[in-house]
């Protein structure tokens, strides 16, 4: 499968962006979907997934209850709503994504497909 990450921007504190993975190739529904984030010089952060079966979703810790993660399967698409953005989200965004299994959604080496990444700059 074919992933292709969009949707990135600069916004300030406490806007809003709609990041979109759109996939091509194989059959999206049996993929789990996983958002990652990097800034220089750390390592690739878990962001968000949402399993193959599309039965549930994962968050990290600190943007519980601001982003969201969701699916269209008809249209082949995940997307990560971000809400009250703050400084420390920006980061270059990335989609993955796993076939038919959700073991190990927060682990970034565990997925077998990346698509480049988006920047998001979010401004104090």
């Known amino acids: 499968v074919q992933l292709q990450a969009s949707g990135g921007g600069f916004v300030q504190a406490g806007g809003s962006l709609r990041l979109s993975c759109e996939a091509s190739?194989?059959?999206?529904?049996?993929?789990?979907v996983g958002w990652f984030r990097q800034t220089p010089g750390k390592e690739r952060e878990f962001v968000a997934a949402?399993?193959?079966?599309?039965?549930?979703?994962y968050y990290t810790d600190s943007v519980k209850g601001r982003f969201t993660i969701s699916r269209d399967n008809v249209k082949n698409i995940a997307y990560l709503q971000m809400n009250s953005l703050e400084p420390e989200d920006t980061a270059v965004y990335y989609c993955?994504?796993?076939?038919?299994?959700?073991?190990?959604?927060?682990?970034?080496?565990?997925?077998?497909?990346w698509g480049r990444g988006t920047q998001v700059t979010v401004s104090s």
């Open positions: 993955a994504a796993k076939f038919r299994s959700s073991v190990s959604y927060n682990d970034n080496r565990w997925y077998d497909y």
């Open positions: 190739g194989r059959t999206f529904s049996s993929y789990t």
């Open positions: 949402v399993t193959w079966t599309g039965g549930s979703t």
